[in-house]
């Protein structure tokens, strides 16, 4: 059975992908998927850099504005949301493209990651939240170095949510989550894929993401934080987590001032897009599109890309899909 085509289109924030997407997607005749963990939330645009509705130009996007911010997201949701939103864009003869740089929820659809084992313990997650209350987000993820130490070393400790799901797999398995995800990332794809990380040097790439946090600021995020909070969201929301919520909610309940929610965004996206190269380093298959390697030209980016889907037989698959 022939495998159907999947172009992948990634890497750190704030390097470029939206404009470059919206170019690939008009060529090949493909739609945009959402791979991005806060772009799903209605009523979070300028925080989490969303694309309008006019920017799209006419090219179809999936998976955003699809939840509510009370409501919470994760990798298995996003998998089984990707998956739908994909079965629709092959039936209508176009190419799916995933865009967006969170790496585990694109790992997800490209290794078709089985979560069947992910079974909830409830005590146990009532545990890690208290501990969380009580000591600290970096007791628990200190807890998760002790018993996987390669799980610590990929997850921030105060991403809390994912801390508490790998010391949760190990409590009900016996086994560290970075065995079972090592042995995922393995498995071969059931997809003719193209998987392109765009990136920056890296002095580029930080003054790109301070002026982004400038802009978003100037465009009104602390309005928009502001509206969410009266909307009745808060810290213990997951959406409220997001880079650039999280600290201006911590403003405006009065723990930092301004300068330092300002100060802490930037150095915390920086450090965001850090680990996203870092994750897209230990990815297989990857084919990296350094912008300075093209002069900054998307239309030489594009030309490469086109070719190296072509290596991949993806261009063909083009073909017979729309015929």
């Avoid at 999947?6 to 090949?28: D, E, F, N």
């Avoid at 146990?124 to 799980?151: M, N, Q, T, V």
């Avoid at 193209?194 to 002026?211: C, G, H, P, S, T």
């Amino acid at each position: 059975m022939e495998k159907k085509s999947l172009v992948i289109l990634t890497g750190p924030t704030a390097v470029g992908k939206t404009a470059l997407s919206l170019a690939l997607a008009k060529q090949i005749g493909g739609e945009i998927v959402s791979a991005d963990s806060m772009q799903v939330y209605r009523y979070m645009d300028i925080g989490s850099a969303k694309i309008s509705p006019k920017e799209m130009a006419g090219v179809p996007h999936h998976l955003i504005n699809v939840l509510d911010p009370k409501e919470s997201f994760n990798v298995v949701m996003f998998q089984q949301m990707a998956r739908e939103a994909m079965e629709g864009i092959y039936s209508r003869g176009h190419i799916p493209i995933l865009v967006g740089g969170t790496g585990f929820y694109i790992q997800a659809v490209v290794r078709d990651i089985d979560f069947t084992e992910s079974k909830d313990d409830p005590v146990f997650r009532a545990a890690c939240d208290e501990l969380i209350r009580k000591d600290g987000p970096e007791a628990l993820h200190e807890k998760l170095r002790e018993i996987d130490p390669a799980s610590a070393e990929a997850i921030h400790p105060h991403n809390s949510k994912r801390v508490a799901r790998a010391l949760e797999y190990y409590h009900l398995t016996g086994r560290p989550i970075s065995a079972h995800n090592r042995e995922q990332q393995e498995k071969e794809s059931p997809y003719a894929f193209a998987y392109f990380v765009l990136n920056d040097k890296r002095e580029k790439l930080y003054e790109q993401i301070d002026r982004r946090v400038d802009g978003m600021l100037a465009e009104g995020l602390l309005d928009e934080v502001r509206s969410l909070v009266e909307m009745g969201c808060g810290r213990q929301q997951v959406s409220m987590q997001g880079l650039g919520y999280k600290e201006l909610l911590e403003y405006l309940e009065g723990t930092i001032s301004y300068e330092e929610a300002v100060y802490r965004i930037k150095r915390d996206t920086r450090h965001f897009a850090k680990r996203q190269i870092t994750w897209f380093k230990r990815e297989r298959d990857v084919i990296w599109v350094n912008k300075d390697n093209f002069d900054y030209d998307d239309r030489q980016i594009l030309a490469f890309m086109t070719l190296a889907m072509a290596e991949r037989g993806i261009q063909k698959a083009i073909k017979e899909e729309r015929s």
